[in-house]
């Protein structure tokens, strides 16, 4: 080999070591470990134990559907949110932005364990604030952590409270880069605030949207300290348990690192075939 | 102290030198413990300490389900530093020794003799040894008994004797919602947690997997009936949602009017509730008919030493004090109501007393009466697998998702089937 080849690889040597000890090592053991029977000393092959439970497995099935239906809803409601957040942020009208902008943004700032509590106490079935309003307005108190659908509502709401201003943040920024001019153009052609909105500010939002969807996507398929944390454990009985928590049930709960590694890889391919499907969306926005 | 040792005679010099030595012998072991547990081996200490003065022992109270995630996070990685001792459930400790037989040690090769092991009883032993190895020491079991308010009872005309069956208990609780507004009769924890069912259950002699666990049993009669009464107290509206922290936070809060757990709660309402002194009474477990056991187990725990400690004799010192003396134990229950597994404890004057904040009753002799009558339930190395599906299936039950509780727990059999491999009892 050529000395400079060889002094270079010799500079990037202490990088690639720990690049393949604890990137390329991992993820190779990890896939070995997919077709193994974790559970019997010493560890056997047996894909069925794995792989094969996988796809019979109704609790799989079941974080599966939950993770998709937080995707499905929680995007799109929090993405709606941010951008009426932003545009009325954006308003002239508005005094004490700074302060707006930072009340926006502060949930985020929050440790996550700290939040987690505070909603679990707002949410609490007989001294939490939440059922005290509902029963001040004649609403019947919801058992929010053991009820499935009252549980996956609080996840999303508690979620989209931590996100919504964060996501609103990043619309605002893109709709400060929209020249004031097109609008009054379009104010001296009398085109009403809504049509404004709808054929000007959306359209040159759009990339920005995107990403923020992209991103959100990401975040709700890794979506782990939530319901840890607020829901217990993905409780009502997995009645909230996303891929991430049911794999690590799998693997640091009933310790089968084998199953939990065949999980692991299915999420990789999921999130492939998500950022492929996205890839294709943002192709077509151009 | 740098300064009264320079500033000393020369006798002072050396008692202090003394006093360094014997500071260097001090062994230092750490416990990882939760709750109430944490609590009362804290109140051993004294008793140790005069025994053994070189011996210092530190509790770390992580909460329950952080030690059992720390623990098996750390005996994956090899069990390198784990604590000197570390405390487990019964029924989820046999997990532990399956996949990591070498992150405890054997306490046989520390003392644990035959003649030890026999002061306990076998069905607290049988999910702590393999074989010839013993991983663990056992250390207190849970009785479940109801707790109750005696106030909103006697509002409501309920004797707690007339209460023997889970119907009783049903209509009793009507009766009490009606006369104490915004009480309800008891809670379970629908969240996180299929405490309910594994006592009814234990009660009616069924349990996740068959006593020897080599298959499983959870659709046998025992186990359905307990699933089929729990769904009808909740449609009754007379059980609640609510967790560990939320059934204290009610208990505290007055408005609920019993708790069923284990003895070891006796110390958790104790302690955390002294305002309510005398207003709370203790009383037998219903079962499904009048003549049915009244008698069940819940948690219960076991202390093992890990491979990796470096003070093992130590530790294995503390061990056998706070768990195999009759002194330790008696200030564990006096303390917080942990009932001992060693059985000459269970005969101690102590149990025999009234006891003040249960507004004079005798609630240990009450209680510990039902210890003979438990069926052994054994937990398996299978309990985090099949105690997930159950709680998924309960969930989908009562929302339901089944035609009928046999229906659900067949489900539910199929499940750990799958999960487990092994094969549903015939």
């Known amino acids: 080999m050529h000395l400079r080849y060889r002094a270079a690889y010799g500079f990037l040597a202490p990088y690639l070591l720990i690049f393949a000890v604890f990137w390329i090592w991992p993820i190779i053991s990890s896939f070995i470990m997919s077709f193994q029977n974790t559970r019997v000393n010493p560890w056997v092959f047996n894909p069925g134990a794995t792989w094969g439970r996988l796809f019979i497995d109704p609790a799989f099935y079941n974080a599966l559907k939950n993770t998709m239906i937080i995707l499905v809803i929680q995007v799109p409601v929090m993405i709606t949110l941010a951008t009426i957040m932003a545009v009325l942020l954006n308003s002239p009208l508005l005094k004490a932005k700074g302060l707006f902008r930072f009340a926006f943004f502060a949930p985020v700032v929050v440790g996550e364990v700290a939040y987690a509590a505070v909603f679990r106490l707002m949410f609490n079935l007989d001294f939490g604030i939440i059922n005290k309003l509902l029963l001040s307005i004649g609403i019947p108190a919801v058992s929010w952590f053991s009820e499935t659908p009252a549980a996956m509502s609080l996840l999303i709401i508690a979620v989209t409270w931590r996100w919504a201003g964060y996501n609103a943040i990043i619309i605002l920024s893109g709709l400060q880069s929209i020249p004031e001019d097109v609008y009054e153009a379009a104010t001296l052609d009398r085109v009403s605030k809504v049509k404004q909105f709808i054929h000007i500010t959306l359209p040159l939002l759009k990339p920005i949207i995107v990403f923020c969807v992209v991103l959100s996507i990401i975040g709700s398929m890794q979506l782990f300290i939530e319901p840890m944390l607020i829901t217990n454990r993905g409780g009502p009985g997995g009645g909230t348990e996303t891929l991430g928590l049911f794999l690590y049930r799998q693997g640091f709960a009933s310790s089968n690192f084998g199953y939990a590694s065949s999980i692991a890889y299915t999420m990789a391919v999921l999130a492939i075939l998500i950022s492929l499907l996205n890839m294709w969306i943002g192709r077509e926005a151009k | ?426």
């Open chain 2, 1 to 426: 102290m740098r300064l009264s040792f320079f500033g000393a005679t020369t006798l002072a010099a050396m008692l202090s030198i003394n006093s360094v030595s014997a500071f260097a012998d001090t062994k230092e072991i750490t416990i990882w413990s939760w709750n109430i547990a944490a609590a009362s081996l804290k109140t051993t200490l004294e008793g140790f300490n005069k025994l053994n003065p070189d011996i210092k022992v530190i509790v770390e109270d992580l909460g329950n389900q952080q030690v059992y995630d720390k623990t098996l996070a750390l005996c994956a990685a090899g069990g390198e530093d784990l604590p000197d001792i570390v405390q487990f459930e019964n029924f989820e400790a046999e997990m532990f020794w399956n996949r990591f037989p070498d992150c405890f040690t054997n306490l046989k090769e520390l003392g644990y003799t035959s003649e030890i092991q026999a002061k306990f009883p076998d069905f607290k032993r049988v999910e702590l040894e393999v074989g010839d190895v013993a991983y663990a020491m056992p250390w207190d079991s849970g009785p479940v008994a109801v707790f109750y308010r005696r106030d909103f009872y006697e509002k409501a005309g309920v004797d707690p004797a007339t209460i023997k069956t889970w119907d009783d208990f049903i209509a009793a609780g009507k009766k009490v919602a009606t006369a104490n507004p915004g009480v309800v009769m008891a809670q379970a924890d629908f969240n996180g947690d299929s405490e309910w069912f594994r006592m009814i259950s234990n009660e009616q002699a069924c349990g996740f997997f068959s006593g020897d666990g080599q298959s499983i049993t959870i659709n046998e009669p025992g186990c359905v009936s307990a699933l089929d009464k729990i769904k009808q107290m909740k449609d009754a509206g007379i059980l609640t949602a609510g967790n560990w922290n939320e059934k204290l936070q009610s208990s505290a809060g007055g408005t609920v009017a019993s708790q069923l757990y284990g003895a070891w709660y006796e110390g958790s309402i104790r302690s955390n509730i002294p305002a309510l002194s005398g207003k709370w009474g203790v009383y037998l477990m219903p079962s499904i008919t009048s003549d049915g056991v009244h008698a069940a187990n819940i948690g219960g725990s076991a202390l093992a030493i890990s491979n990796g400690s470096k003070n093992k004799e130590a530790a294995w010192t503390y061990l056998n004090y706070a768990l195999g003396s009759d002194e330790a134990q008696i200030s564990m229950l006096k303390g917080f109501g942990l009932v001992p597994s060693l059985l000459s404890s269970v005969k101690q004057p102590f149990v025999e007393e009234t006891q003040p904040y249960w507004g004079g009753q005798k609630v240990w002799s009450d209680i510990l009466a039902t210890l003979p009558k438990i069926v052994p339930s054994r937990g398996t190395a299978f309990q985090s697998d099949a105690d997930g599906i159950y709680k998924a299936v309960q969930t989908k039950y009562f929302a339901g998702g089944y035609p009928d509780a046999k229906a659900a727990l067949d489900d539910a059999a199929q499940q750990i089937a799958v999960a487990t491999g092994l094969p549903i009892a015939q």
